[in-house]
Nanobody, 111 residues
């Protein structure tokens, strides 16, 4: 059983930045796939960024050039650096590894 814990969400004005963290109870991110998802009210959960095999980085078109995903060398934590935030980026952000999900962290971007 892998436990995931997100942190770093908050309230920010448009154009601002936040850095989210996802910390796992085991070193699972060094070589395995993981993803950051977000869910806005009334919308489906969507994949925002992913780390494939611990190295390849993929981004949704809506966040390319603004978000950066990265992990620590020990494989316990993955970050999501979010810059130039927009109100549409608001939602609950979740960390996912296989069938495991974190509890989510709220991001609110005001216009």
């Amino acid at each position: 059983q892998v436990q995931l814990e997100e942190s770093g969400g908050g309230f920010v004005q448009a154009g601002g930045s936040l850095r989210l963290s996802c910390t796992a109870s085991e070193s699972v991110f060094r070589r395995n796939d993981m993803g950051w998802y977000r869910q806005a009210p009334g919308k489906q959960r969507e994949l925002v960024a992913s780390l494939i095999g611990g190295g390849t980085k993929n981004y949704a078109d809506s966040v390319k050039g603004r978000f950066t995903i990265a992990r620590t060398a020990n494989g316990y934590t993955v970050f999501l650096q979010m810059n130039s935030l927009k109100p549409d980026d608001s939602g609950i952000y979740y960390c996912n590894y296989r069938q495991f999900w974190g509890q989510g962290t709220q991001v609110t971007v005001s216009s």
